[in-house]
């Protein structure tokens, strides 16, 4: 049911925002040079490495770098980027991700390699689900690029405070799966997006 429920919303989604889609699509190549869409290997259900797709808010060959973005004073993100990262317009092509069945539309939010293999066996445990667009995690930590912006240290607080704090939020979500539960965490995430 939970797939069904994830190619039916998805496909829809899709369609809605195919016209708005293609203004960004616009937008970002008139920016700055680059394609459009940016693809990052993320960890996936079961430890399966998969291409996760986003509008490209950043200049070329940003990705060498950091692996987290610092809040807004971040260098490397393009003026369009700052847009679509605000009102999280960014993460919409996920939703062929979710159609490909790479992930679904609400579940853990997929970890780069590098983050998955600081991972304990415990926390690992997050990984038998297939990652998700949005969860309780993303919701709590909707403003995490500001965090770490104001961070000494933005990795070392990333690592030893905002991921094991989101891992530990995921693994309740695992024990209260349902179609209910996901309704619940769509409904939040559209209303912290638009500012309710």
């Known amino acids: 049911m939970k797939r069904i429920f994830d190619i039916c919303i998805s496909f829809l989604i899709l369609t809605v925002f195919s016209p708005f889609g293609l203004l960004?699509?616009?937008?970002?190549?008139?920016?700055?040079?680059?394609?459009?869409?940016?693809?990052q290997e993320r960890v996936?259900?079961?430890?399966?490495?998969?291409?996760?797709?986003?509008?490209?808010?950043?200049?070329?060959?940003?990705?060498?770098?950091?692996?987290?973005?610092?809040?807004?004073?971040?260098?490397?993100?393009?003026?369009?980027?700052?847009?679509?990262?605000r009102f999280k317009l960014d993460e919409f092509p996920q939703f062929i991700?979710?159609?490909k069945g790479d992930m679904s539309i609400v579940g853990p939010r997929p970890e780069v390699p590098f983050y998955v293999n600081m991972y304990t066996?415990?926390?690992?445990?997050?990984?038998?689900?297939?990652?998700?667009?949005?969860?309780y995690a993303s919701l709590?930590?909707?403003?995490e690029n500001e965090i770490l912006a104001n961070a000494e240290d933005p990795q070392k607080v990333y690592v030893e405070e905002i991921m094991p704090a989101k891992i530990e939020i995921n693994q309740r979500y695992l024990n209260q799966p349902g179609l209910f539960q996901d309704l619940k965490i769509i409904g939040l995430t559209a209303k912290k997006i638009v500012g309710f």
Do not use: C, W
Request: net charge positive.
């Open 24 to 39: 960004l699509i616009f937008a970002i190549a008139l920016e700055s040079r680059g394609g459009v869409f940016f693809l």
């Open 44 to 85: 996936g259900q079961n430890g399966r490495v998969f291409k996760l797709l986003k509008f490209r808010s950043m200049r070329l060959h940003a990705d060498k770098g950091s692996q987290i973005t610092i809040g807004n004073r971040d260098p490397r993100i393009t003026r369009v980027g700052y847009f679509i990262r």
């Open 97 to 99: 991700n979710v159609l």
């Open 121 to 135: 066996p415990e926390q690992r445990k997050i990984l038998t689900v297939k990652p998700g667009i949005t969860d």
């Open 140 to 143: 709590a930590y909707f403003h």
